[in-house]
Each structure stands twice: as C-alpha cells, then as structure tokens.
C-alpha cells in the first residue's frame, strides 16, 4: 500500500534497509496462482500419486513464468547502480538498486488482479495482463498497445523511484497520509484480490477435468495411434494385457537413458502378455524419431502422438510412464526418471494376476 500512497518514502526506506529485491518474486507468485489457476490445479492434483511431481512442476512451470520478468527488473537495476556510480550523488550495491525498482512493479499486480475479475464477469480479452504478451490473436500493434497499457503504471512508478535515488523525487509524486484514504484503498485492494481469488477458484471448480492429469484407479481412455511404420494401435488391443505406456522425446536425455532398460523390459516380460507403447511426442519431427529408433536399435513399435493421447493424459514432464493392468485400469504413475528395478516390481504382480 505504501508503494502506492507514498511512493518517495517507500523508495527511500527501501535505499536505507538494503533489500526487498525478493519481493518481487512474491508478487509474481501472486499473479502466476491467480492468472493461471488451472496450470497450478494440475500440478496440484498430481502431489496425490507424485508429490515429488507435482512440486517439482509446478516450481518448474512458476520460474518459467517469473524468471523473464526477474532478470529484466534485475538488469534495469544493473543499469541503475552503474549511473548512480558514474553520475549520481550517491552509490547503492546492486541488490538495494534492483529492489527499489521490484517495487515499481506493484501496479502490474494490481491490474492482473482487476483483469482476472473482469474476465470472470465475461469481459476477457487478449490485451489483458491475465494474457502473455505472446498471444496468438495480437498482432505487432496490439502487442504495443497492450505493452503501453499494461506496463505504463510500472514505468511511471520506476521514473520516481530513480528520481529518488538520484535525490530529486518529481514534484507531482504525491503523498497520501489521511487515515480515511488509507483505510479506502487497502479495503479496495483487498477486496479486489478476494474477488480475484474468487474467480480463479471458479474457473477451477468449472474447467478441472481438462487438466485433471491420469491418476492411479482411473480407467484407461480410448485412443488410437500410428507407429511409424503405419500399423494402427487401439485401446480395445490392448485388452487382457499388461501395458505400460511411456511417454518421451528425442530431446529429453533422461528418456533416452531409459530406452535400453525399456528394451530389456520388453523383451523379458512380452511372452507373459506384457505390451510397452512407446509414444513419442514429436510429430513434426518424424525422421528425427526414426533416426533415434535406428541408432538405438530399438525392438518394440514406436507410436508418434500427434498430440491428442499426450494431453488426454495431461502429460507435462518427460519421461512420464503410465502402468496400466489386465482390466484397463491405471495402477501406477511414474513421472520423471524411474528405475528398471522399480518398474519390475511393479510390472510382476500384474503380470501374475488372472485376467
């Protein structure tokens, strides 16, 4: 609130203490929960078989999402602490250069917030700062639009901030100390981020079976897929056996680790009734997939998803491994890198059971 009502002092404090840089991870941690609610929904769901998963995801899927917006703040700093070195009156380390700009940063949060409400009343549009600027409706001039909208409150925040560390705040920067004004904006706000909070649990609550990932218990979905030599799989083949389904691309080392313990699994449990669909996830790529499948001499079909069975399973890290018994029911799920003993032991007891 102080960033907003009394921006020169805030950004004098902020010069005196020495830190608040790491807030600004904070408030993208605020607008990555509530601008991507379902993204944060899925990985949430996957902690029930995978906690290790699911943290790591959505960890991984929150840097992808701030780490661009942390290294451009940081670099102004940068820009900030070498003028202040050559040009201004005084001298801040990096870090206290970066935090007083981190905060200029406020106003974004705030109009992620007010986007994500009003999108929830119908009002959604890809100029809104719930949307990535990479959007595939904006053309040049509307991404500059939207860059002018979305980030002008910052910009105007940052030139005070600067002002102020140069020892020559603007004039117009205002200062509001009146209880009642105080009081005001903090509810306004507070009621914004509730009403903000409130819509993306909504949009939760209506949209979760689209990301609701495969889990153990569930039955195995219909599908058909093409390996790369043409022949036709079907979900209805696979009836009475043991599959295991492994989900990778060329590109993914921990998958390509795994392919010679695949093998071995295939070639010791196929006779038993045991069937490895190995789904590859790169379809425009098809002669890179048949390269790998030559060098690595691989003996079991490889099926190629045009996407379709990749996101019926909500698969978002690669290896994932889906175990799937004799009655087409989902037993285990395996994301990230899983030892052959692992899959063994796993594999075995269904293998065993009668169909």
């Known amino acids: 609130m102080r960033v907003l009502l009394q921006p020169v002092a805030t950004f004098t404090e902020l010069i005196a203490i020495n830190k608040g840089y790491g807030s600004l991870f904070g408030f993208l941690a605020i607008e990555y929960v509530l601008a991507h609610p379902l993204e944060v929904a899925s ?4 902690a029930g078989f995978s906690p290790v998963a699911a943290a790591t995801g959505l960890w991984s899927s929150y840097v992808s999402f701030a780490l661009p917006v942390g290294l451009v703040v940081f670099g102004l700093g940068l820009l900030l602490y070498y003028a202040l070195r050559f ?30 409400v009003v999108g929830a009343a119908g009002f959604d549009h890809p100029l809104s700062p719930a949307h ?30 600067v002002r102020t560390c140069f020892g020559r705040p603007p ?9 009642t004004w105080v009081r005001a904006v903090t509810l306004g706000v507070l009621a914004v ?7 993306a649990s909504l949009r939760v609550a209506g949209d979760w079976r689209s990301v609701r990932p495969v889990m153990p218990g569930d039955l195995l979905p219909s599908f058909a897929l093409l390996d790369l030599n043409g022949g036709r799989l079907e979900s209805d ?6 599959a295991l389904f492994d989900f990778w691309a060329t590109w993914c080392p921990p998958c390509v680790a795994a392919m010679p313990e695949l093998k071995q699994l295939d070639a010791d449990f196929r006779a038993r009734g045991f069937k490895l669909v190995s789904v590859n996830a790169e379809p425009d790529h098809v002669d890179e997939v048949r390269r790998f499948v030559a060098a690595h001499a691989l003996t079991f079909p490889v099926y190629v998803d045009p996407g379709m069975l990749t996101r019926r399973f909500n ?16 037993q285990e799920v395996f994301v990230g890198s899983t030892s052959a003993s692992t899959l063994r032991a796993a594999i075995g007891p269904l293998l065993d059971q009668a169909q």
Do not use: C, N
Not at 43 to 46: E, I, K, S, T
Not at 88 to 114: E, I, K, M, N
């Open 315 to 330: 698969v978002q890290t690669f290896p994932t491994l889906v175990l799937v018994s004799r009655r087409g029911q989902v």
């Open 237 to 242: 083949a696979l009836r009475g056996q043991v």
């Open 87 to 116: 040009f201004g009156p005084r001298r801040l380390d990096v870090w206290t250069a970066a935090s007083v700009l981190a905060y200029a940063y406020v106003p974004h949060v705030l109009l992620t917030l007010v986007a994500v």
């Open 193 to 199: 981020t509730l009403l903000a909070g409130g819509a």
């Open 171 to 179: 004039r117009l920067a205002w200062t509001i100390t009146a209880s």
């Open 43 to 46: 990985h949430v769901m996957r």
């Open 132 to 161: 990535p600027f990479r959007h595939g409706a904006l053309g040049a001039v509307e991404t500059g639009v939207k860059v002018v909208l979305e980030l002008s409150p910052s910009a105007f925040l940052s030139v005070i901030a």
